[in-house]
């Protein structure tokens, strides 16, 4: 049990680290400064207080990059495969100790890494309807929505995992089924 409750945990954060790569990471080590959860061994670092005032100052800067009208975009690319290493840590660092050391890191790139690349490709796809149909005017709205998902998504998958996970999946698949409709329409009126 303790395996799918961690689990469930590393879904959220990884999910989360999908729309901000930092605010997880600082999430969980606010909450590890305030005693509120406790990092698996080798994660320790994640409580250090110099750790935490780098993970604030690297959320900051993120936060404003992504109202940087066409940096949002470039920053996509590198946003990327950092997602999906950041969220591989944050599903590491709420790993069980039930299972082998190859277990969890397998578990952690596949589900952790799997989860952060799969909301960080959609949140790339949304911000490229967006810039396609407004000029990147709409970005700022969809980058306030991102860093605040990840927040309150960082938060939750801390207090009720397993419902962040139900959240999750139909977050995913609301925003194929959307970002579909959006290229049908493009494609049955291209002058919109």
Not at 115 to 135: E, I
Request: aromatic share 8%.
């Amino acid at each position: 049990m303790e395996t799918i409750l961690g689990l469930c945990i590393g879904i959220g954060l990884s999910a989360a680290c999908g729309f901000r790569v930092f605010v997880p990471l600082l999430v969980m080590s606010i909450a590890s400064l305030m005693g509120w959860f406790e990092p698996m061994k080798g994660f320790e670092w994640l409580a250090m207080p110099s750790v935490c005032i780098a993970l604030a100052v690297a959320t900051l800067c993120e936060i404003a990059a992504y109202y940087i009208p066409w940096v949002d975009n470039a920053l996509d690319t590198v946003s990327t495969p950092a997602a999906m290493v950041a969220g591989t840590l944050a599903t590491m660092a709420v790993s069980s100790g039930e299972m082998s050391q190859f277990a969890s890191w397998a578990a952690a790139i596949i589900v952790g890494g799997g989860t952060a690349g799969a909301v960080q490709m959609s949140t790339v796809a949304v911000r490229g309807v967006s810039t396609a149909t407004t000029g990147g005017v709409a970005n700022p709205v969809i980058s306030t929505g991102e860093w605040i998902g990840a927040a309150v998504l960082s938060v939750l998958s801390l207090i009720v995992p397993v419902l962040v996970v139900i959240f999750v999946v139909l977050l995913i698949v609301w925003v194929v089924r959307w970002i579909r409709k959006k290229k049908l329409e493009n494609m049955q009126h291209p002058l919109h």
